[in-house]
């Protein structure tokens, strides 16, 4: 099927291609999706480190607070938005441009792994299902660490092919690898508790096929590297270590079963009611038929053979979306954990697809199952345009009205943000103080704050019990959910 189309029709394919995701990447990403708590934590510890080099959340002017583990998106998307920061100065879009960059990066990576494990009609299908996918866009454009996670996992996967294919002869190869997987396991938490685990389990487990055995450990060593930074710049002290088994282990079940539906449930019941999820609601139910297409497919093509004719990567790669799926029912049943999966998933369908139907002698029963993925990306462009929270077709003011109102405050007054972390990203300057509590799971900052009368303008949430605490010397307003309060000048109680 490769052989049918010239050269010069494949670059004209890919051209098309990639100039539909840039698009749709691009798409107004200043204000979709709206800002939101995690965001808001994640880029001001990038300004933070960007205006006063200190890593934590500003609680005051030149007072920051450590997260230490709480910190669940780390490094390699911190250090590249502070850079932002100062290069561009503060604002949403040079805070989500890293994110873009990102973005467009893991679909390149994904392209050259599937076309160089699979071939280039798979690697094309692939492209068009993640980029049609609209959680792509929800949990890539903001900054947070599922998509720079992943495309450091595909690079490093990637690299891990070429080195497979040296038959772990070239140093180079096996360094670059285990750096960029270390890179993805200490982008986020959750890709730390799943790679750490994965990575030298798979390594041992090839290593007896393997004569250059030296290598393998090589690539370990290279791994662990930023995996020993993240743990440097984020437990300096003895009494963040003490916290870090705890919250690691509290990580591992996505804060825990008591967050779902605000109940406290067992364990069994936990995953009950996330199992009932992928045969009711339709992105589990879609990630599961991909999921049993993929193992089962697979299964049948290389362990009914030889084990070893699936390669290292795509090892890793179902361990890893094996285990998120594992984690995802032990927890809160939020859809964005076990994201990372159903994106990996699309590396692999188009091929496990073409491998189901290289068995067929039929040309139209052929036509019939690959156009089961076209239309898939159809579907799923349809529902990203018109349907889904980051639509094409609608209009999001979150972001707009907040950089209307805290842009323009004149970096002399004092400003106070009662619990909208995210809302920070909007000011220019830095003369700020904050308070900050997450789910009991950490309190930053002075929680009587909103009684100081010192503070010029105060961005809260829209709480009718926070209107008694201002007295007639403010002026109240609301902005989309926001309340916004601003002192009247020379006012007296």
Known sequence: MEEKITKKTKIIILCLVLILTVFLITFDFKNTPR?????????????????????????????????????????????????????????????????????????????????KRYGFYPAILSILLLSSFAPFYGNGRPVQGEIPGLTFLVLGLLLLLYLEE???????LAIFSG??????????????????????????????????????????????????FWFVINFPTPDLMAKFIPTIIQQA????????????????????????????????????????SVIFIFFK?????????????????????????????????WY?????????????FPAAVMMFISAF???????????????LVLFQLYHLVFLSDTSLVVSRPRNVELAKVLSTIPSSKKVLFYNTTEAI?????????QYLTLQDLFEAGDKNSMHDTSYDFILTENRAEYLSIFSTCYVKKEVVKYLFVQRIPNCKE
């Open 166 to 172: 040296a038959s772990f002869e070239d140093k180079r």
């Open 425 to 433: 990203v909007f000011l220019k300057g830095n003369n700020y103080s």
């Open 361 to 375: 002698k039929n040309e139209t029963l052929k036509k019939i199952t690959t156009s089961i993925i076209v239309v």
């Open 301 to 333: 093509r290389y362990f009914k053979n030889n084990i070893f004719d699936f390669s290292i990567s795509e090892c890793i790669i179902c361990l890893f979306i094996i285990l998120n799926w594992l984690g995802y029912l032990l927890g809160t049943g």
């Open 179 to 228: 750096i960029s997987l270390g890179l993805a396991a200490a982008t986020k938490s959750l890709y730390l508790l799943l790679l750490v685990v994965i990575v030298p389990a798979t390594m041992f487990f090839w290593a007896r096929k393997t004569k250059n055995k030296r290598n393998i450990f090589l690539l370990l060593i290279a791994f662990f590297l930023p995996v020993l």
């Open 35 to 115: 800002v939101w708590v995690d965001e808001g934590i994640f880029t001001n510890t990038a300004e933070n480190l960007a205006y006063n080099g200190k890593w934590g959340l500003q609680v005051d002017p030149g007072v920051s607070y450590r997260l230490g583990a709480q910190l669940t998106t780390n490094y390699p998307v911190i250090f590249p938005v502070a850079i932002s920061f100062n290069l561009f100065g503060t604002g949403i879009w040079q805070a989500r441009l890293p994110m873009i960059i990102y973005m467009f990066l893991f679909l390149v990576f994904s392209y050259l792994f599937v076309k």
């Open 336 to 348: 964005r954990y076990f994201f990372p999966a159903h994106i990996l998933l699309y590396l692999l």
């Open 253 to 292: 079940g996505n804060n825990g079963a008591s967050s779902l539906s605000n109940t406290s449930l067992s364990l069994t019941e936990t995953v009950s009611v996330n199992l009932v999820r992928f045969v009711t609601e339709s992105t589990p139910i879609l990630f599961l038929i991909l999921f049993v």
